[in-house]
């Protein structure tokens, strides 16, 4: 464990009854990393994820910050978005406002307004903070949800298929912000998604899971791997690694 470490997992694993999920999983994120975790439906990504913020029993160890995650407590820290949640019921009556108020800590002393809107400003819908959260479209109510796990300007993300509900142009924009927290205000970011292809264009690790880490490294790594060829197949991987391609160089014909 270094002091870069901000999570450090030894020898973790999560079983429900007859059933274990994954066993004696052991992996570090870094200060800085942006890491998609990707994998098939039902391979145990979002119990991973639980298991890591200590919301599901496991055997193992995990130190977030270089604490161990069961006294951990400074939550201010993480920001979090889950996986799925319920549409909001057409009679609640809170404003996105008011949602995105929930997320902020009890140990979070700043002005509330202020985190509220530089939330909601970082993600391109502050227009919409007086309105009934109720009334907005799916895409809308996720960037709302989004906001509120930014809310306390959170040293490490993890968002769990936060790209679900929006549209292809909102997504690409969503992307680019999560780029500009990792790279300009040096962010700890961690992604599940299934768009491997996709997210290949901005994550600088990937990992592979499937009640398993299969593979656990950078996108250039994986490309070069045979063993990840030879896992999902040389085509797909050369189709994966062309897209990450193709956006590398239109990065560097903008930046020439």
């Known amino acids: 464990m270094t002091n870069q470490d901000v999570y450090t997992?030894?020898?973790?694993?999560?079983?429900?009854?007859?059933?274990n999920i994954f066993t004696n999983i052991s992996f570090s994120v870094n200060k800085g990393d942006f890491l998609a975790i990707v994998g098939p439906n039902g391979s145990g990504k979002s119990t991973l994820v639980k298991s890591l913020l200590n919301l599901l029993p496991y055997t193992g160890n995990i130190f977030l910050f270089g604490t161990d995650i069961k006294t951990f407590s400074d939550w201010?820290?993480?920001?979090y978005m889950p996986q799925k949640f319920s549409y909001f019921n057409p009679l609640f009556p809170a404003t996105v406002k008011e949602v995105v108020q929930l997320g902020i800590s009890k140990n979070n002393n700043n002005p509330k307004d202020i985190l509220i809107d530089k939330a909601l400003r970082s993600i391109d819908i502050h227009s919409l903070k007086d309105k009934p959260i109720a009334t907005l479209s799916g895409g809308q109510q996720q960037r709302v949800l989004i906001a509120r796990a930014l809310v306390n300007n959170p040293e490490l993300?993890?968002?769990?298929?936060?790209?679900?509900?929006?549209?292809?142009?909102?997504?690409?924009?969503?992307?680019q912000i999560l780029l500009n927290m990792n790279r300009n205000e040096y962010k700890t970011i961690m992604l599940v998604t299934h768009d491997i292809g996709y997210?290949?264009?901005?994550?600088?690790?990937?990992?592979?899971?499937?009640?398993?880490?299969?593979?656990?490294?950078t996108f250039k790594d994986f490309c070069e791997?045979?063993?990840?060829?030879?896992?999902?197949?040389?085509?797909?991987?050369?189709?994966?690694?062309?897209?990450?391609?193709?956006?590398?160089?239109?990065?560097?014909?903008?930046?020439?």
Do not use: W
């Open 9 to 19: 997992v030894q020898n973790l694993s999560v079983k429900y009854p007859r059933n």
């Open 76 to 79: 201010q820290r993480i920001g």
């Open 157 to 175: 993300l993890i968002l769990d298929e936060p790209t679900v509900a929006l549209d292809p142009d909102i997504r690409e924009s969503f992307f």
């Open 199 to 217: 997210v290949g264009k901005y994550a600088t690790k990937l990992m592979y899971f499937d009640r398993n880490i299969i593979f656990y490294g």
């Open 225 to 256: 791997s045979e063993s990840m060829g030879d896992y999902f197949g040389y085509r797909t991987q050369h189709l994966i690694c062309n897209m990450e391609h193709q956006h590398l160089q239109i990065n560097n014909k903008e930046r020439s």
